[in-house]
């Protein structure tokens, strides 16, 4: 069986100079103009930035959000609350350090990095829970390691479940703790439940996925079935809302 494949992320901001000084000036980005989009190019995944973008009222964890890789927690946390970058959640857990920070449009986007399970202590997640962690500023940019997880918040965590595991094809994993982890070819993709929701969800926000699968037309018999409206574009793109209403993409695979 062929998995789904992340192929790209759409954001959408409310200005594309400010957007590419942004994440030039702090992750030491460079982006590539094509037509009216920046890309970038983050391994195998392609992410463009699009103008029109507007603050859809939710500040907290919500929709869609990108997880890049990095290499020292501490570093970027320092990095960002010395450069004024809000931090809207942080946790350390055995395996994993991360903090989900906003980028200038209140676009939430997440940094992890991973630990080794052993030596993990309590007093680490205390003292980050209570605000008694205290991180050096930085002075250099943050270094990204590529997408490394795809996180989806949702509100209905079961309907979420049926739609990516047995409409688009993603196997479970691992759930924990309402955390469900399924599995497309090149990323992990985590279901998580949230008491954030959109105040405007129709407008453009946030960061949209893009899959790559075998078979448009099958997928697109599949969201009919499941009594959802999917649209196909003349350029080929198949695009749907899940469950929750959280938009989605998907292209066709390129052959092998």
């Known amino acids: 069986m062929t998995l789904p494949r992340l192929v790209g992320l759409k954001t959408y901001v409310s200005d594309l100079a400010v957007s590419q000084d942004f994440w030039l000036r702090h992750f030491g980005l460079l982006a590539a103009r ?43 946390r320092g990095y960002l609350m010395s450069h004024d970058i809000p931090i809207v959640f942080e946790e350390m857990l055995p395996g994993m350090s991360l903090l989900v920070f906003l980028d200038k449009d209140s676009n939430p986007f997440e940094l992890a990095q991973e630990t080794d399970p052993g030596a993990w202590r309590i007093s680490q997640r205390k003292a980050l829970r209570t605000k008694r962690r205290q991180d050096a500023p930085q002075a250099q940019p943050v270094t990204l390691r590529g997408v490394t997880e795809l996180t989806i918040y949702s509100h209905d965590i079961t309907a979420s479940v049926k739609f990516y595991r047995d409409v688009i094809g993603l196997p479970v994993g691992l759930a924990y703790f309402a955390h469900v982890h399924l599995v497309a070819e090149n990323v992990p993709v985590a279901l998580r439940t949230t008491r954030w929701q959109c105040k405007a969800r129709q407008q453009l926000h946030g960061a949209e996925p893009v899959f790559a699968v ?43």
């Open 34 to 76: 094509h037509k009216n989009a920046l890309q970038y190019k983050m391994g195998d995944v392609v992410w463009e930035h699009f103008p029109g973008g507007k603050f859809c009222g939710t500040r907290g964890p919500h929709g869609v959000m990108p997880v890049f890789g990095i290499d020292d927690f501490g570093r970027a």
């Open 214 to 256: 075998r078979n448009l037309a099958a997928l697109a018999e599949k969201f009919q079935r499941a009594g959802l409206a999917s649209q196909r574009l003349p350029s080929g793109v198949l695009k749907v809302r899940d469950p929750i209403g959280i938009p989605l993409q998907f292209v066709a695979a390129e052959e092998s």
